[in-house]
């Protein structure tokens, strides 16, 4: 029988096809079905379905224009065929659609198996279909049937699309639209991929809550039990609720990928059950830290979908206002550079390490994550506390995987020295920003120590480090000055043979350095030369992180530049090394302070209160270079508001870092207005007035806030694009901008 219903009114969209033909009407075909006629994205949409009522409510409900029990009166001049049955159904429907003349016509499906599908294809056409198109969304509800039909079910979904070898990319491109045209996240994936990501994902938790439930239920006292749950219980035990018809098929059709998963799960639950009965704490830590951590950046990933999108459109944008006064006492986070240290030092360090202060960026939590895929128990962060497990030099274990930095290129670089020593083959990856930066720098010196390295071209990321090669100590002239090149071969050093010495050409942090001896590990430093040798031992202690002095430059530069401001900047890390950006602003006439100068944990720190002063363009002397390299960005905004012309030279390092800082805020300072012009080592900026503008930070986080502090100077908004990156070294920038009287905000997106 045939049901049929009145179009609905004007869709949203131009049709993408003519006819869509949807076998199936349960949840998901009738979602598909409802939400492609809702969007107009079919000018006809006809359901299928065995079930005369459902047929029958689908067209009350508005889900398709016409429906039918038969599948062959609706198979006529089809331009997409959507499979929407249970998976083990699958067979003879393919053998029934084979017998017909559907050439032209799309075909692709809704499974959570798709290894079945395309047995299932073979066996009935002899052949796999160039317009067979394999698809599925994750996405899914309790409820079951067409009354349950939902046309934003897949809204900010994923849908995973796994096309074989002979698809047809036309038929392709159609499907992904379709899916887009739902609102949602269209992805692809080799099937193999898919049937064992998919296993581990949603069918093992899917067998577990049905297993757990049963077996619970089964029980002489399932009453108390199912009485007394809590609502970690039936959080879990949420999906046992499910249709199980459908789960009984998925099960069958995917059993090798569900049996490959079940026996590694098992055998972790057998290691935990070993850990309770023997009383090892350590291992039950490391299980229960680890799975939070993963939980909390799951959740954080789904809660945040808004900023994600903006991250992967790499389009947030800051909107900074003219205007405003910088007043007030805050603490910035604590540094970067420390914290990353204190986790690698940590962890191959003998007994527990406390930290305190550090912090939560996503550049140091990359480091944290590293170090657990290693085997490391890391307790938090919480609230800047950090807890790590140490398993001295040796104790590390090979991951499960690429590790994944992110942004970080300190974790990378840094990173590479300890694993170039390691027993096991490791891989260091990271976002699009960091895999265009190069990574010779630390690659060419630790393979003249043994190391075995594969990179990219041009030396980018991501690098293979080869394990099981012995190290040689060595005597290293660096052409260039970098803490980041110096740390990695010190800390390759503690594996190498006899003595690794680095001679730098100018002073860069020293964080490497202070810390080993925290650690109670010998380092001398005679001049310009660090060097150490293996064959002593770390030893963890209790650690606290100042606040970091390259956060707090953007405030240092904008009290001094904002009028009748004054700033407190408290417990700012003053270490000698990093001093430049303090040296310069003074020499450029800023009203600078420091009061109560103290030593915590082997790092000088001081309060620092900084007033509104008339800055003047200076030449930047060439020996502070090193010591500022990172504040450059926001230097380059006091030079800009300075009277007469500020010269840097000496600082080639810029053009490397997470943009090529020099050209970048060329650029930018050009648009607003202000003469700069770069030169191969560094630039040439006459001050004057900012005016507002489009400007683009190319998803360098320095370069997002240095534009932030403009504004205050500036008689007109200024638009920074490329501004998620923020995140990474300063994750309550804009808060504290807000805070102390500027005004900096994200764009809302239209």
């Excluded at 900026?685 to 998803?699: P, R, S, T």
Aim: charged share 20%.
């Amino acid at each position: 029988m045939i049901y049929s219903s009145f179009k609905l009114q004007a869709a949203s969209q131009q049709p993408l096809i003519k006819r869509l033909v949807v076998v199936g009407l349960g949840l998901i075909g009738a979602s598909f079905a409802k939400g492609a006629r809702e969007a107009g994205l079919a000018e006809e949409v006809i359901g299928v379905d065995l079930n005369e009522q459902s047929c029958q409510r689908a067209v009350e409900l508005g889900i398709a224009d016409r429906c039918s029990t038969q599948l062959l009166e609706t198979c006529r001049d089809v331009d997409v065929l959507m499979l929407a049955v249970p998976v083990l159904a699958l067979s003879k429907l393919l053998k029934s659609l084979a017998a017909l003349d559907l050439s032209e016509t799309i075909i692709t499906d809704a499974g959570s198996v798709k290894g079945h599908l395309l047995q299932a294809a073979q066996e009935a056409y002899g052949y796999l279909p160039k317009r067979l198109v394999p698809g599925h969304p994750i996405a899914g509800s309790e409820r079951s049937g067409v009354e349950a039909a939902n046309a934003d079910l897949f809204k900010h979904h994923k849908v995973i699309l796994t096309p074989h070898v002979e698809t047809d990319p036309q038929a392709l491109q159609c499907i992904q639209a379709l899916w887009q045209g739902l609102g949602a996240d269209v992805e692809s994936m080799s099937v193999e991929q898919h049937d064992l990501v998919l296993a581990a994902t949603s069918h093992l938790p899917h067998l577990l809550a049905f297993g757990l439930v049963d077996s619970l239920a089964k029980r002489s006292e399932n009453l108390e039990i199912f009485r007394y749950a809590a609502g970690g219980f039936r959080d879990f035990t949420r999906i046992a609720g499910s249709d199980p018809l459908m789960w009984h098929d998925i099960f069958l059709a995917n059993r090798e990928a569900v049996l490959q998963q079940l026996d590694q799960f098992r055998g972790d639950l057998d290691a935990l059950r070993n850990a309770i009965a023997e009383g090892d704490g350590r291992h039950l830590l490391g299980v229960f830290t680890r799975a939070r951590a993963a939980r909390e950046h799951f959740s954080t990933i789904l809660a945040q979908r808004a900023y994600v999108e903006s991250m992967l459109d790499n389009d947030l944008i800051f909107l900074a206002k003219p205007g405003g006064r910088v007043n007030g006492t805050i603490r910035v986070p604590g540094d970067k550079s420390i914290s990353h240290r204190t986790i690698m030092l940590g962890s191959l360090a003998e007994g527990v390490t406390e930290v305190e202060g550090f912090l939560e960026g996503e550049d140091a939590l990359a480091t944290i994550q590293a170090f657990r895929d290693m085997g490391v128990v890391i307790e938090g962060p919480v609230d800047g506390r950090v807890v790590i497990h140490g398993v001295g030099l040796h104790g590390l274990q090979a991951p499960p995987g690429p590790i994944y930095v992110g942004n970080s290129g300190t974790t990378m670089r840094l990173l590479s020295g300890i694993l170039a020593a390691q027993p096991f083959d490791s891989t260091l990856t990271g976002d699009a920003s960091l895999s265009k930066r190069p990574m010779n720098r630390v690659a060419k010196p630790l393979r003249d120590m043994g190391a075995v390295i594969e990179t990219a071209a041009e030396g980018r990321p991501p690098l293979t480090i080869r394990g099981g090669q012995r190290l040689t100590g060595m005597h290293y002239e660096m052409p260039m000055a970098s803490a980041q090149v110096k740390s990695c071969l010190l800390l390759a050093g503690l594996y190498a043979g006899g003595e690794t010495a680095v001679t730098e050409p100018a002073p860069t942090r020293d964080h490497t350095e202070r810390m080993l001896r925290g650690f109670g590990y010998p380092v001398e430093v005679h001049g310009a030369t660090a060097k150490l040798e293996s064959n002593h031992k770390l030893t963890g202690t209790r650690i606290e992180v100042p606040a970091d002095i390259s956060s707090a430059a953007f405030f240092m530069v904008a009290a001094s530049i904002a009028p009748d401001s004054e700033v407190l900047l408290e417990h700012v890390g003053i270490n000698p090394t990093r001093t430049g950006v303090i040296d310069i602003l003074r020499l450029m006439g800023a009203d600078l302070s420091l009061e109560r100068v103290r030593e915590v944990g082997g790092e000088l720190v001081a309060d620092i209160r900084v007033r509104s002063a008339k800055l003047k363009g200076i030449d930047i002397p060439l020996e502070l270079v090193p010591l500022a390299i990172d504040e450059f960005p926001v230097l380059f905004i006091a030079a800009a508001c300075a009277e007469g012309r500020t010269v840097l030279r000496g600082a080639e390092e810029l053009r490397v870092k997470e943009s090529d800082r020099i050209q970048v805020m060329v650029d930018g300072l050009t648009t607003l207005g202000i003469d700069a012009k770069g030169t191969p080592d560094g630039i040439i900026i006459d001050g004057g007035q900012m005016g507002g503008g489009e400007v683009w930070a190319h998803g360098d986080h320095r370069i997002a806030m240095a534009f932030s502090v403009a504004a205050l100077r500036a008689n007109a908004p200024i638009r920074i694009h490329d501004s998620v990156h923020v995140a990474t070294s300063f994750p309550n920038f804009l808060a504290l901008c807000k805070q102390v009287g500027m005004h900096v905000e994200p764009e809302v997106q239209a």
